[in-house]
């Protein structure tokens, strides 16, 4: 029997539901039905699920895990390192922006603006193409990502994968993370201003040293403020690693693209590829809204 005075956050998901969230529901299962009708019977597509499974599933031809699955490898390797880039570098212009550094906040200001004001696709040609190739050389990284013999343990392999690939990773990582820290340095800024600025007073009233009180004080409120945008923003990364397929980057888009233009599978494929996405998302945001209950329960104690 359901219990009306629960509250509504406590109640099971299907309990939570109104009378419109099923409509809703309704209505776009009757879409993806019609798409699903109109792909077999107006446009003549032959579904052929069975095949695509096993080809998602088949090893390739020296033993390695399947193609596929070493796509979904690849891009959660890419996401993870890019969340980290993103994360330190947004924090850091984050900071730049909001405290009274006028050559850094310049800098961040510039370069957050940049960012934000040139298409996605666009800064990942010119980053690819032409900073890529020259960042490597200037930073030194020639003879370990293109003349590294390739020999590697097994916490090397989990953590960059093949050798062959490591350039591809690194141009990757960068690509993605350059592109988030602007946002997340955005949402670093206005956590910082959203503090009272009793908090800093009264911090500072206790006789502690600039240094401490940002970190004990200060910080901890801001991480619990932008936390839920910190959330979105870093499943919006997972998503937007899709784009570094079009600098032959061996994610999942990219895999999922090469084997549907070689298969002929090309709906099958391409709606395992949307259904991975789809379950990484999910799972992420799961997290994040498990981290933040523990986090409001812990703040309450």
Request: glycine share 6%; with cysteine; net charge positive.
């Amino acid at each position: 029997m359901i219990n009306h005075s629960t509250p509504l956050a406590k109640r099971p998901f299907y309990l939570r539901l109104n009378k419109l969230d099923f409509i809703l529901l309704f209505f776009l299962a009757c879409v993806c039905f019609v798409l699903y009708e109109r792909a077999a019977m107006g446009v003549q597509y032959q579904w052929e699920w069975e095949k695509a499974i096993q080809l998602v599933f088949t090893p390739r031809a020296n033993g390695d895990l399947p193609y596929f699955f070493q796509g979904v490898i690849a891009t959660l390797r890419l996401s993870l390192w890019g969340i980290f880039v993103a994360l330190i570098l947004g924090f850091l212009l984050g900071f730049a922006r909001y405290f009274s550094w006028p050559f850094f906040r310049v800098i961040a200001t510039l370069y957050v603006q940049l960012i934000r004001n040139v298409p996605p696709l666009v800064f990942v040609f010119i980053f690819y193409f032409f900073i890529a190739n020259q960042l490597i050389p200037a930073l030194g990284l020639t003879s370990l990502l293109r003349e590294h013999p390739g020999e590697i343990n097994g916490l090397q392999s989990l953590l960059f994968g093949p050798v062959r690939l490591w350039e591809n990773l690194l141009s990757g990582v960068l690509c993605v993370g350059l592109l988030s820290a602007a946002y997340v340095s955005e949402t670093v800024r206005s956590g910082l201003e959203n503090i009272p600025k009793g908090q800093w007073e009264a911090a500072k009233s206790l006789g502690l040293s600039p240094r401490v009180r940002f970190i004990k004080v200060i910080l901890p409120q801001v991480i619990t403020v932008i936390a839920p945008i910190l959330a979105g923003q870093t499943i919006s990364l997972v998503k937007d690693s899709s784009i570094v397929s079009l600098i032959s980057i061996q994610e999942l888009t990219f895999v999922g693209s090469e084997m549907a233009n070689s298969s002929g599978l090309v709906f099958e494929i391409w709606l395992l590829v949307g259904a991975v996405y789809f379950i990484l998302c999910t799972g992420l945001s799961l997290l994040f809204r498990s981290m933040e209950k523990t986090s409001h329960k812990h703040n309450l104690k």
